[in-house]
């Protein structure tokens, strides 16, 4: 079966610091990948996906970029973290568009 | 471009009632509707998937229906138990195929024993 890996899972860091955040998959090959985040009182928005090595794209502009070094490895990062990057960051994977999305345990990241 | 709404918001309930949750989307050209649970703290779990050609999904207790013309799905958990309380998320796949959803803002559910 499938697992989605991700962590840390609580993370707080000073502003400017740097970010590293990363996601695995398990028992799948080529997943499509996906990070999103969920801001206090917000809805989910999806950051970025990627669809194989190499492969990001970007959904807002940001002060966030993420990258695929491997097929099943996932990191978003940040080399200077702001007070707005807090948040809940979570994690995806699907085979594709028609197919199911499932989701990590997220990691709630507190920039202060 | 998208937007998806679910309602109420919140939603308090006392055991053993049936739940019916609300999705809307803007637009129809969708791919697929997938209903989630969120647990505070946590990451989501997925409860059905419904692809664009059908018009509904069951597993156990949970009934999702799909009406893509109308833009709406309902998600429908019989006989409400306290475990069933978490918040509700819809997310629909955009017109296109690379899998990205647009998510509804949630619907917190409170079971009451």
């Known amino acids: 079966s499938q697992t989605i890996h991700q962590w840390p899972a609580t993370l707080v860091q000073p502003v400017g610091s740097p970010l590293s955040l990363e996601c695995t998959v398990e028992g799948t090959s080529n997943p499509n990948l996906y990070w999103y985040r969920q801001a206090a009182g917000r809805g989910l928005q999806l950051l970025f996906y990627?669809?194989?090595?190499?492969?990001i794209s970007s959904e807002v502009p940001q002060n966030l970029s993420a990258s695929r070094p491997q097929d099943r490895q996932f990191i978003l990062s940040s080399k200077k973290l702001l007070l707005s990057d807090s948040g809940f960051y979570l994690c995806?994977?699907?085979?594709?568009?028609?197919?199911?999305?499932?989701f990590g345990q997220g990691t709630r990241l507190t920039v202060v | 471009k998208q937007e998806v709404t679910q309602i109420p918001a919140a939603l308090s309930v006392p055991e053993g009632e049936n739940l019916v949750l609300n999705c809307s989307f803007t637009d129809s050209a969708i791919y697929n509707l997938q209903w989630f649970r969120q647990d505070p703290g946590k990451g989501l779990t997925s409860l059905l998937l419904i692809q664009s050609s059908q018009r509904e999904q069951t597993s156990g207790r949970l009934n999702a229906s799909l009406d893509k013309s109308s833009g709406r799905s309902t998600l429908y958990i019989a006989a409400s138990q306290p475990g069933d309380s978490a918040t509700y998320l819809c997310?629909?796949?955009?017109?296109?195929?690379?899998?990205?959803?647009?998510f509804g803002a949630g619907t917190q559910v409170v079971v009451t024993p």
């Open positions: 997310a629909v796949t955009r017109g296109d195929s690379w899998g990205k959803f647009q």
């Open positions: 995806a994977w699907s085979k594709g568009a028609n197919t199911e999305a499932f």
């Open positions: 990627s669809v194989g090595i190499g492969q």
